[in-house]
């Protein structure tokens, strides 16, 4: 679960980790009371949505720049009336964009240097990892592949935690001294403390900033947790923005399905994620194209199965449907059922191409056969994913 | 001759008295595995299915009944829990089917287990079958055959579909090992080919991935210095959005891989038949194998 850079600064607030005053607000009439509560200088107006890339992200309308840099108050209000309420597009929100519901004020640093900062659980040594660079602000993937040597790793035994000297060696590489070092130091220790006790999948400080007073500071943040672990975290589900999910995503994490929307017109309802990216792949190899992800999980219900139904049909620019269960917890008979329930439920009018193997095969194979529905049945994958793009070119 | 389980396993499933876990036991049992025990805290003294005594602790069922390998079905907030207590009881194959475990928790989990000689099977995976012999798992066992093609996969369904191929074909399998679709696992992919490759009578592999992590590369490596059987692969997620799930950061630790292009690429420089659709599995591992 992604949440929002100032919802990320209040935890970075609750466990001491210097950054920016600031103020956020949803409300037009509450542009002054958050700019007064800042005090005086430089004013960053800074749009909040999940996506990055918002500094040079264009709006629908054409004003540039989604994190602006207002010199008076005047200056930081005409910027936040012209963002709130519109729709941002940055390299990573695609070209519909995302709509700005809140404004985010900071007072304006006093940047003397830029450097990388993040934490992040490493699948090949299974132990969160602390990753830095003097080379702040910049794309981390590209610094990574073209100058290794600028990134410094500290890797974290996970029953002891990260140790004090870990945390002062990469305050040392990055090049700090003295009480700055310390101060670096105490930051990156918070930040894991913080990474490890909130379930954080990844904590992204870029760009860390050294100021000339001779403090450090987390200009940016970026923070994503581990959905498994939010069952623990009731403060942080309170953070989840509905408005940056798909409507059809929200009502599928609602059921306990596993469902991501795409671009094509080809539905697929499949159990187990391997098999659900294989669908996609083969209806891909066949000349099509897959409309979205959707993995019913291991044990789905009946009710699972018909909400997952409405949830691919509500997607306008679906034109066919491919179910592809192979049964292990998943029993063929059960996503018969769903099958049938929800197609009479929201009278279906597309092409159906149904493939059933494993447990209790026969069963539901004769459930969808006995349910007067039109289904066209499938014996393997690569029968199934061709027949689906065949039928919906034909139409 | 098969890898990890055979007919001598004496299996204890930890959640017998849950919904799926007693659903699974029962499968278990009715394919002939020895299903010795459960263990469910608090529920002790029970007998399930009117045969199989129900425990509190693992450490019981271990001096009571001589298990040797634990099926661990509980729910995701107590399930690491569970691994580290048949750590503790000694509990030499440990294969978790829980689906859900907080990364942290394994994390910890992996940690500990380092430090021991037990082998951690999973999580969030189908389990472990040696056809004809013993089904600790998930998977619905009749698809399977006994034989000599060793599968191993993070994705639990598609191994079935592979499964299913190689049975429709005629072979059958020595075992089957779904290591599971979480990022952090008890053995990944280059420990299974490892047990495949010195087991006498496993005479083909298949191998299959997916998107994400470097597990696939890290096996190819290993493909290409010691493996001689023929091996076919398969990778799902050429066509997953990039993005999704995939950190941001998680890109630096791991280079320029965890892209399915990546991962073929460097199965196919091993000496890997790698199949181009899931359908292609069976087809491919005749290739390879020159049946």
Same mark, same amino acid.
């Given at each position: 679960m992604n949440i929002?850079?100032?919802?990320?600064?209040?935890?970075?607030?609750?466990?001491?980790?210097?950054?920016?005053?600031?103020?956020?607000?949803?409300?037009?009439?509450?542009?002054?009371?958050?700019?007064?509560?800042?005090?005086e200088g430089l004013i960053v107006v800074k749009s909040q949505i999940h996506a990055g890339g918002r500094g040079k992200g264009t709006f629908t309308d054409g004003f540039q720049g989604g994190v602006k840099l207002a010199k008076t108050k005047e200056e930081a209000l005409d910027f936040a009336n012209r963002m709130l309420?519109?729709?941002?597009?940055?390299?990573?929100?695609?070209?519909?964009? @995302?709509?700005?519901?809140?404004?985010?004020?900071?007072?304006?640093?006093?940047?003397?240097?830029?450097?990388y900062l993040a934490i992040l659980m490493d699948r090949a040594t299974s132990a969160p990892v602390v990753v830095a660079s003097t080379e702040g602000g910049v794309e981390i993937e590209k610094l990574a592949e073209e100058t290794p040597e600028k990134i410094f790793?500290?890797?974290?035994?996970?029953?002891?935690?990260?140790?004090?000297?870990?945390? @002062?060696?990469?305050?040392?590489?990055?090049?700090?001294?003295?009480?700055?070092?310390?101060?670096?130091?105490? =930051?990156?220790?918070?930040?894991y403390k913080m990474f490890w006790d909130t379930d954080a999948d990844m904590v992204e400080v870029n760009p860390l900033i050294s100021t000339s007073d001779g403090g450090v500071s987390a200009l940016d943040a970026k923070v994503s947790f581990d959905s498994n672990a939010l069952y623990r975290h009731k403060d942080i589900v309170a953070f989840r923005d509905?408005?940056?999910?798909?409507?059809?995503? *929200?009502?599928?994490?609602?059921?306990?399905?596993?469902?991501?929307?795409?671009?094509?017109?080809?539905?697929?309802?499949?159990?187990?994620?391997?098999?659900?990216?294989a669908t996609m792949d083969i209806i891909n190899h066949c000349g099509g194209e897959a409309a979205n992800f959707l993995d019913v999980g291991g044990g789905a219900t009946a009710e699972q199965v018909t909400a997952a139904f409405k949830i691919i049909l509500s997607d306008p620019k679906v034109e066919g449907i491919l179910v592809n269960i192979f049964g292990g917890i998943m029993q063929c008979d059960v996503i018969a059922q769903g099958v049938i329930e929800a197609a009479k439920a929201v009278s279906l009018d597309k092409p159906l191409v149904?493939?059933?193997?494993?447990?209790?095969?026969?069963?539901? %194979? %004769?459930? =969808?056969?006995?349910?007067? *529905?039109?289904?066209?049945?499938a014996d393997s994958l690569a029968d199934a994913a061709q027949k689906i793009v065949d039928i919906v070119a034909a139409s | 001759?098969?890898?990890?389980?055979?007919?001598?396993? @004496?299996?204890?499933?930890?959640?017998?008295?849950?919904?799926s876990g007693g659903f699974h036991a029962k499968q278990c049992m009715d394919y002939g595995t020895q299903v010795v025990a459960g263990v469910t805290p608090g529920k002790g003294g029970q007998v399930f299915e009117g045969s199989v005594p129900v425990y509190n602790t693992v450490t019981d069922s271990v001096s009571q009944e001589g298990a040797n390998t634990a099926c661990v079905f509980v729910p995701p907030p107590f399930a690491a829990d569970s691994i580290l207590e048949c750590l503790d009881a000694g509990i030499e194959l440990?294969?978790? *089917?829980?689906?859900? *475990?907080?990364?942290?928790?394994?994390?910890?989990?992996?940690?500990?287990?380092?430090?021991?000689?037990?082998?951690?099977?999973?999580?969030?995976?189908p389990g472990v079958i040696t056809p004809g012999e013993c089904k600790i798992g998930i998977m619905p066992g009749y698809i399977h055959k006994p034989g000599t093609v060793g599968i191993v996969s993070r994705s639990g369904t598609l191994t079935y579909e592979a499964v299913w191929q190689v049975t429709s074909l005629g072979y059958g399998q020595s075992t089957c090992i779904g290591i599971g679709g979480d990022p952090i696992n008890g053995t990944n992919h280059t420990?299974?080919?490892?047990?495949?490759?010195?087991?006498?009578?496993?005479?083909?592999?298949?191998?299959?991935?997916?998107?994400?992590g470097d597990a696939e590369e890290k096996a190819s490596e290993y493909i290409k210095e010691h493996v001689k059987k023929p091996i076919v692969g398969f990778i799902a997620g050429t066509t997953a959005p990039p993005g999704r799930r995939m950190g941001h950061a998680g890109a630096i630790v791991s280079g320029g891989s965890g892209t399915a292009e990546a991962k073929i690429a460097a199965m196919e420089a091993a000496g890997v038949v790698v199949a181009k659709t899931p359908s292609d599995m069976g087809a491919a591992l005749l290739e390879a194998w020159g049946k």
């Open positions: 929002h850079e100032y919802q990320a600064k209040q935890l970075f607030a609750q466990y001491g980790i210097p950054c920016p005053k600031g103020a956020a607000t949803s409300s037009k009439d509450e542009f002054e009371s958050c700019i007064d509560s800042l005090g309420n519109n729709t941002l597009v940055t390299v990573q929100t695609g070209p519909a964009g @995302r709509e700005v519901q809140t404004i985010y004020f900071t007072e304006g640093a006093d940047i003397e240097k830029e450097y790793k500290a890797f974290v035994d996970p029953s002891i935690g990260l140790q004090a000297h870990q945390a @002062r060696n990469i305050a040392f590489k990055l090049g700090f001294e003295g009480k700055q070092a310390g101060a670096c130091a105490n =930051l990156i220790f918070n930040l509905l408005n940056e999910e798909d409507p059809k995503e *929200i009502e599928a994490s609602k059921f306990d399905l596993n469902y991501i929307a795409l671009d094509g017109n080809i539905a697929c309802l499949v159990n187990g994620a391997g098999l659900a990216m149904v493939r059933l193997e494993g447990t209790n095969v026969e069963q539901g %194979k %004769k459930l =969808l056969a006995d349910s007067g *529905i039109e289904i066209t049945s | 001759m098969s890898v990890l389980v055979n007919k001598d396993t @004496r299996v204890v499933f930890t959640g017998i008295t849950g919904k440990i294969i978790a *089917i829980t689906e859900g *475990i907080p990364v942290n928790d394994m994390a910890k989990v992996k940690k500990k287990l380092l430090e021991t000689n037990a082998r951690l099977i999973g999580p969030n995976c420990d299974a080919l490892k047990l495949f490759n010195e087991d006498p009578d496993t005479e083909a592999i298949v191998m299959i991935g997916e998107i994400g």
